[in-house]
């Protein structure tokens, strides 16, 4: 006769997303699931070393936020005069 094989139980997951450019370097689940880039979040078992990393600030439960981008400033010009204007000759 032979025993059953017990199976696994499934393990909830969670989407995180690397705080910065520089945890995806370093930061990788003992799973062996490290990050692509930052736009992108990834699948992370629901665990304790996920919640830790949550905790801590290294991984987010939310895509980051990009800061909005400044539009240029325009250049004043000091004088009226056009700069595409010869200087008079004296004659």
Known sequence: MSKAVPMKKAVPTIMVWPRD????KVMRHPTG???R????GMAW???QFT??????GDILTHAPIAPP??????????STEKP???PEEKK
Request: no cysteine.
């Open 37 to 40: 880039s930052i736009d992108h």
């Open 51 to 56: 919640m830790r990393r949550i905790r801590d």
């Open 33 to 35: 699931l490290s990050f």
């Open 45 to 47: 078992p629901n665990d």
């Open 84 to 86: 595409s204007e010869p």
């Open 21 to 24: 450019e520089k945890i995806i």
């Open 69 to 78: 981008a400044q539009e240029p400033t325009p250049v004043k010009r000091k």
